[in-house]
């Protein structure tokens, strides 16, 4: 079972090696994203290594990591995915090579995922191994291995990033961002070869990857440029599948934005997309979601859209899941939480209201900010239309909050709803504006002194 513990990565503000880019990708029927690369000189058949930083912006569903190879048995394809359950798979085309017990579902921490191939070793176990954040994983409840000298499917006919070639037809893609994707021909290597255990902290840390053995057909992508997202660094490049200058995030192992969690459990579930980042609700239920990002202290900001009023938008407390019971949410709610719907409002643990008067028409003309303050001496959220905070109203006391920790959260009714937090957002970006520090893209410069939600700000003034 998946632990969420303090040495997972959640991004450092100090690693030698500063990250600056990641992809974000999202199944989407016949425009899921997605890499893709034609072999054209044979490479090694025996030996191989797949690096990759992921980050999951959802579980409970089967999605691909990487495949090479498009020959559907074991010797013309191998792949790693998640399965449905959250566990990892590595696998040919007809056997299950390793099958992980553990599960993936932490969606608020990169994993440093690493597949090493090597069927000429005359140790069986070492011939496919899994490392996840430099420690080798040894505990499966499948494991079938290569005989030695097998040929592999590695290196073979086509590679791809983020799909399967032999099961393109179901568009069992990945969901959510990658950063740091190594491919290496010939070369079966240790996860040291890509990262490191930070000294302090003794979190797994990306070192550059740039000097590593590449093959014939390897390759190392950093998602550095926008206008051509398959570009590599060293080796050859992919073609991208619907990606495009749009899908480039901030995001990454070395700093880590806030995103929507979909382990926190409401009565009515939405659909989740877009690197966790939108929420949809074609239902008359009211749907919650929370973010992966609690807050006790400092001044943060992000920013949301709205196709319209079915929507509440604000901050919720830690344990509280019943923002979204059926029927009227205003009256549903749990416990203290502040939220736009038409007219700014707070309520408390009992479901009073305490209704401001501000009115105001949620479209999608419109971005609302939200500016968290718990650091000065009368805690305050503010709200924000289109840059300008709504007066008379739009800034509201919470120092009842000051024991708590507190979550930005959204729920909806027929409704689309889109969050930037400043890593990445579907929203159409025209300003770029950062925080004082230089984080975040934001459609509206945050106010003087609020940060965006990202690990570098966290460990600066999060407390």
């Not at 449905?84 to 599960?103: C, K, M, P």
């Not at 590679?159 to 994707?181: H, I, K, P, T």
């Not at 009023?309 to 009256?331: M, R, V």
């Not at 949620?362 to 500016?371: M, P, Q």
Request: hydrophobic share 35%.
């Amino acid at each position: 079972m998946e632990t969420f513990i303090g040495s997972a990565n959640r991004g450092s503000i100090s690693t030698g090696y500063d990250v600056e880019n990641s992809v974000k990708m999202q199944t989407a029927g016949t425009s899921s994203e997605f890499f893709n690369h034609n072999i054209s000189s044979a490479g090694s058949r025996t030996k191989g290594t797949v690096s990759m930083w992921i980050k999951r912006g959802d579980t409970g569903l089967l999605q691909y990591l990487w495949e090479q190879g498009n020959t559907d048995n074991d010797n013309g394809r191998i792949f790693a995915r998640f399965l449905a359950d959250d566990t990892l798979r590595v696998g040919g085309g007809s056997t299950v090579l390793l099958n992980t017990e553990r599960v993936f579902r932490d969606t608020s921490a990169w994993y440093h995922i690493v597949v090493s191939i090597d069927t000429t070793s005359g140790t069986a176990n070492n011939r496919v191994r899994i490392y996840v954040n430099g420690v080798e994983e040894t505990f499966f409840n499948i494991r079938n291995n290569f005989s030695q000298n097998d040929t592999t499917g590695t290196n073979f006919q086509k590679q791809f990033v983020g799909l399967s070639g032999v099961d393109e037809s179901s568009f069992q893609s990945f969901n959510g961002y990658m950063a740091e994707v190594v491919f290496q021909d010939g070369v079966a290597s240790a996860p040291t070869e890509f990262g490191k255990f930070d000294d302090d902290s003794g979190i797994w840390i990306p070192i550059d990857a740039s000097g590593v053995t590449m093959g014939t057909n390897g390759s190392y992508m950093k998602f550095e440029n926008a206008s051509s997202m398959g570009a590599a660094t060293a080796g050859h490049a992919f073609s991208v599948q619907n990606i495009n200058q749009n899908d480039q995030c901030t995001d990454t192992p070395t700093n880590n934005f806030c995103t929507w969690n979909p382990l926190w459990v409401y009565a009515t579930q939405p659909t989740i997309s877009e690197g966790a980042t939108k929420t949809v609700n074609a239902s008359s239920d009211w749907t919650g979601a929370k973010s992966t990002i609690g807050l006790t202290k400092g001044k943060w900001y992000w920013e949301y859209k709205a196709l319209n009023n079915s929507s509440l938008i604000g901050i919720q407390t830690d344990g509280e899941s019943n923002i979204a019971a059926s029927g009227n949410a205003q009256s549903k709610l749990s416990t203290m939480a502040l939220f736009l719907a038409g007219e700014v409002e707070a309520v408390d643990a009992g479901g009073s209201r305490d209704d401001t008067g501000v009115t105001f028409t949620f479209n999608a003309a419109h971005t609302f900010g939200i500016a968290l303050d718990m650091e000065s001496s009368t805690q305050t959220i503010s709200f924000y239309q289109n840059g300008s905070l709504i007066t008379n109203g739009g800034s509201i006391n919470i120092d009842g909050l000051a024991d708590k920790t507190v979550f930005p959260f959204n729920a909806v009714n027929n409704n689309t709803v889109t969050v930037n937090f400043g890593g990445y957002t579907a929203n159409a970006i025209s300003s770029a504006a950062t925080d004082a520090n230089g984080y975040g893209t934001f459609e509206f410069a945050p106010p003087t002194g609020f940060y965006a939600l990202c690990s570098k700000n966290l460990a600066e003034y999060g407390g």
